[in-house]
């Protein structure tokens, strides 16, 4: 039986964007007072997770690399991160409904996203991803994901506060990790088909 074999993972399309933006600025509001739609979300790319039922489970956002710059580059040199002739892209804003949080056979939905964002970028030939997080247990779930602290570019942000910038090689990653033998490694960087990846 597959992973998820009731979930699909998807880039959204027509109206699941517009669910999927409006479902995150009522959980955002919710949870961190704050909606977290921004002039971004016109052209950024919104990834999700749906069930059977066609219900959005989980979305997070990839910003057009063509769009930069980005809000954090009003705090952070980009390319001093990844260097010259790079693709740099941010992403950002992942959430799940809380009612799914809370079931244990969603435990690994957070993988799966971060999976189906992996497969979006080697797709479309982005290098580097760049986020910015200001929640301890985010920053650790991601660094188990292979981001790293970009330590000397924390900032503070006049509404999310003291701010942790992580970075992904994204190039370096399969070599860097092609002896691995962490099951989380190989399940992010397989490239082996899943229907349940069918439409990235």
């Known amino acids: 039986?597959?992973?998820?074999?009731?979930?699909?993972f998807k880039l959204a399309s027509g109206s699941e964007r517009d669910q999927a933006i409006m479902m995150r600025g009522e959980i955002y509001e919710k949870e961190l007072g704050h909606h977290g739609v921004d002039d971004f979300d016109t052209t950024a790319y919104q990834l999700i997770a749906m069930d059977k039922n066609g219900e959005i489970l989980a979305a997070t956002r990839i910003l057009d690399p063509n769009?930069?710059?980005?809000?954090?580059?009003?705090?952070?040199?980009?390319?001093?991160?990844?260097?010259?002739?790079?693709?740099?892209?941010?992403?950002g804003g992942?959430?799940?409904?809380?009612?799914?949080?809370?079931?244990?056979s969603r435990a690994l939905l957070p993988l799966g996203m971060l999976k189906l964002a992996f497969l979006f970028a080697r797709r479309r030939g982005i290098t580097d991803f760049v986020m910015r997080t200001h929640i301890t247990a985010?920053?650790?779930?991601?660094e188990r994901g292979f981001f790293r602290e970009v330590k000397h570019l924390a900032f503070t942000h006049p509404i999310w506060g003291q701010v942790y910038v992580m970075h992904l090689d994204l190039l370096n990653l399969s070599e860097h990790h092609k002896a691995q033998h962490d099951p989380i490694a190989r399940f992010l960087l397989s490239d082996v088909p899943m229907d349940a990846y069918a439409d990235v």
């Open 1 to 8: 039986m597959s992973l998820f074999s009731d979930i699909r």
């Open 67 to 91: 769009c930069r710059p980005f809000e954090i580059e009003k705090f952070v040199a980009l390319d001093t991160i990844a260097g010259p002739n790079r693709v740099i892209t941010q992403i």
């Open 94 to 104: 992942l959430w799940i409904r809380s009612a799914e949080r809370r079931i244990q």
């Open 138 to 142: 985010l920053r650790r779930f991601y």
